[in-house]
C-alpha cells in the first residue's frame, strides 16, 4: 500500500472503533480480521501461524508425512535443528502439533482439528482432477 505506517494506523484504529475490524496480537505482531470473520479461532491461529514461510513449510511436511521428527524436518526444510525445535515448540504451545518420544526421538504430529482443516484446504484448493459433472439422463 502507498500508505504511510502513520495514515495505515489511523484508518485501522478507526475501523476497530467502528467495529468492522478485529485485532489479534500474536508474537509481537498484530493480524487482522474483519468483525463477524467466519473463522473460528482455531482458524485464525492457523492463518497467522502460516504466515511464516518456516512454519508453513514445517506444518505441511506433518501433514504430508503423517508426522515427523526434527531431524527429519530439518533435512527437508534446510533448517537447522534448533531453528526447528523452536519453531515445533512453537507450534506445540499453539495447540496445533503435538509430541510423542520414540525412543531417542520426538514425533510431532499434527492435532486432528488442524489436520482436517488442512485436508479441506489442500484437496479443494489442490485437487488433481476438475469436479465431473454428472451427464443429464437423456433416456
Known amino acids: ?3 504511510t505506517r502513520g495514515t495505515l494506523g489511523y484508518h485501522l484504529e478507526r475501523l476497530q472503533s467502528a467495529g468492522l475490524l478485529r485485532a489479534v496480537k500474536r ?11 467466519p473463522y473460528s479461532a482455531e482458524k485464525e491461529t492457523l492463518i497467522i501461524t502460516m504466515n ?4 508453513q ?8 508425512n503423517g ?7 530439518a533435512e527437508e526444510s534446510s533448517l537447522s ?14 495447540g ?3 509430541s510423542e518420544r520414540e525412543g531417542r526421538y520426538v514425533r510431532y504430529t499434527l492435532i486432528d482439528n488442524y489436520a482436517r482443516m ?3 484446504e489442500y484437496v479443494h484448493d489442490h485437487s488433481p482432477e476438475p469436479a465431473r459433472v454428472p451427464a443429464e439422463d437423456t433416456g
Open 1 to 3: 500500500m502507498s500508505l
Open 27 to 37: 508474537r509481537g505482531r498484530i493480524h487482522y480480521f474483519a468483525a463477524g470473520s
Open 52 to 55: 511464516n514461510d518456516a512454519r
Open 57 to 64: 513449510g514445517i506444518i505441511t511436511q506433518i501433514f504430508l
Open 67 to 73: 508426522g515427523a521428527h526434527t531431524e527429519e524436518l
Open 81 to 94: 535443528k534448533a531453528t526447528v525445535y523452536t519453531h515445533v515448540k512453537y507450534l506445540e504451545r499453539q
Open 96 to 98: 496445533i502439533v503435538t
Open 118 to 120: 488442512l485436508m479441506t
